[in-house]
T-cell receptor
Framework: KQEVTQIPAALSVPEGENLVLNCSFTDSAIYNLQWFRQDPGKGLTSLLL?????REQTSGRLNASLDKSSGRSTLYIAASQPGDSATYLCAVRPMGETSGSRLTFGEGTQLTVNP | DTEVTQTPKHLVMGMTNKKSLKCEQHMGHRAMYWYKQKAKKPPELMFV???????INESVPSRFSPECPNSSLLNLHLHALQPEDSALYLCASSRFGLAENIQYFGAGTRLSVL
């Protein structure tokens, strides 16, 4: 059974700092890995999706990497801002799923960026 | 437009009530999902619809009854719920059958069962 772990569970940094969030998964047979952001009481916003054949994806100040063989992904946030404060979730899509997409989520990292 | 719209935003119901949650998307997505999320926990998949047919039911109790009347609309009918069913209910949609199928989420319905 696929298990996804995110470290740390919570992180507090001063504004302007570069930071890394970690995600690990136990089964490397995945189609892709997706990073989401969730603000308190709100839905999930997709940030980046990395296909299993890719090594990284970038969007603005965000960069996500994937090392499928070792079962790890990182989300790098450059020059953090208070508006980046949220919970960040990673989710993997297992191979073999053709009818829809069963995602397995990690527990999330709660990020606070202090002004 | 990458919007998934959920109504209502908040719902309070008694254990004997019948209510429905609604989800709508106009992105042409043919896969739609219901998730349940408890506080400080990740979303848990409940149901998946593919081309308006139920393809995944994650052993959800029958007091939750999903319905997909057309390709843009997904409902979740609620009946005889328990207080432990109080949670944020999230709807999502994605393109079907592609490796790159980003799931787009709605803002959720906050459900309280008294």
């Amino acid at each position: 059974k696929q298990e996804v772990t995110q470290i740390p569970a919570a992180l507090s940094v001063p504004e302007g700092e570069n930071l890394v969030l970690n995600c690990s998964f136990t089964d490397s047979a995945i189609y892709n890995l997706q990073w989401f952001r969730q603000d308190p009481g709100k839905g999930l916003t997709s940030l980046l999706l990395i296909q299993s054949s890719q090594r990284e994806q970038t969007s603005g100040r965000l960069n996500a990497s994937l090392d499928k063989s070792s079962g790890r992904s990182t989300l790098y946030i450059a020059a953090s801002q208070p508006g980046d404060s949220a919970t960040y979730l990673c989710a993997v899509r297992p191979m073999g799923e053709t009818s829809g997409s069963r995602l397995t989520f990690g527990e999330g990292t709660q990020l606070t960026v202090n002004p | 437009d990458t919007e998934v719209t959920q109504t209502p935003k908040h719902l309070v119901m008694g254990m004997t009530n019948k209510k429905s949650l609604k989800c709508e998307q106009h992105m042409g997505h043919r896969a739609m999902y219901w998730y349940k999320q408890k506080a400080k926990k990740p979303p848990e998949l409940m149901f998946v619809y593919s081309y308006e047919k139920l393809s995944i039911n994650e052993s959800v109790p029958s007091r939750f009854s999903p319905e997909c009347p057309n390709s843009s609309l997904l409902n979740l009918h609620l009946h005889a719920l328990q207080p432990e069913d109080s949670a944020l209910y999230l709807c999502a949609s994605s393109r079907f059958g592609l490796a790159e199928n980003i799931q787009y989420f709605g803002a959720g319905t906050r459900l309280s069962v008294l």
